[in-house]
C-alpha cells in the first residue's frame, strides 16, 4: 500500500483502532477472581465496575455468585463484545452491561466497588477520578499493581492455582 492510502485509511478508522490499548488483556484466573470479590465483601447491594474488564469475568462472576449489578469497561471492542456474549452464556446479562470507554473517563460516581487489572501508571491516573467520584464506604481492588503511594487498607498476598505470586490491595473511600 502506498504511504498515502496507508494515511487515508489510518484517518478512516475509529480512534480506538488507532492506538493499542493501554493495559495487555491478561485474564485473571478465577482463584484470584474470588479472592479479589471477598477482599471487596462484595454483595447484592453493591453496584461493581471493572475498569479494564477484558472477558467480563469479574463482573460475571460477581453477578452469579452474590448477584452484584455491574459494570465492566474496556477500550477494546472486540473484548466487550466477548463480554457480553459471556454474560449471556452465564444467565447474568439482566445484571451486567459492558461499554466501549475508556477507563480514565468512566464515570464511577454509582459504584460502591471498583476492581482493577491495569498497570500502575494508569492506577495512578484513575486515582483522583476515584476519590472524587466514589461515595464513602466504596472500595477499590486491585490485582498486582498498587496506586501510587495511596496507602491501602488491605493486602493479600497468597499464590494462586497457577503458582504464580499474587497481591491483592484495598482501599476504603472515606
Given amino acids: 500500500m502506498r ?26 484466573p478465577p482463584d484470584v477472581v474470588s479472592r479479589m470479590l471477598m477482599l471487596a465483601d462484595i454483595g447484592p447491594q453493591d ?7 477484558g472477558d467480563g469475568r469479574i463482573v460475571i462472576a460477581a453477578a452469579q455468585i452474590f448477584g452484584t449489578r455491574g459494570v465492566g469497561v474496556d477500550i477494546d471492542p472486540l473484548r466487550v463484545e466477548e463480554a457480553q456474549a459471556n ?5 447474568v446479562e439482566h445484571l451486567v452491561t459492558f461499554r466501549v470507554q475508556d477507563a480514565l473517563e468512566t464515570d464511577v ?10 498497570v500502575s501508571a ?7 477520578r476515584l476519590t472524587a467520584m466514589l461515595p464513602p464506604g ?4 486491585s490485582h498486582n499493581f498498587a ?19 499474587r497481591t491483592l490491595y484495598r482501599w476504603n473511600i472515606r
Fill in 109 to 118: 460516581s454509582d459504584a460502591t466497588v471498583v476492581t482493577l487489572y491495569l
Fill in 47 to 53: 453496584v461493581l465496575y471493572d475498569l479494564g474488564c
Fill in 147 to 165: 496506586i501510587g503511594d495511596w496507602e491501602p487498607d488491605a493486602v493479600d498476598v497468597f499464590t494462586s492455582a497457577d503458582g504464580l505470586s
Fill in 3 to 28: 504511504p498515502m492510502g496507508a494515511a487515508l485509511l489510518l484517518l478512516s478508522m475509529p480512534l480506538w483502532a488507532q492506538s493499542p490499548p493501554r493495559a495487555p488483556f491478561v485474564a485473571t
Fill in 87 to 91: 454474560a449471556k452464556r452465564a444467565g
Fill in 138 to 141: 466504596a472500595r477499590v481492588v
Fill in 122 to 128: 494508569l492506577n495512578v491516573k484513575l486515582r483522583p
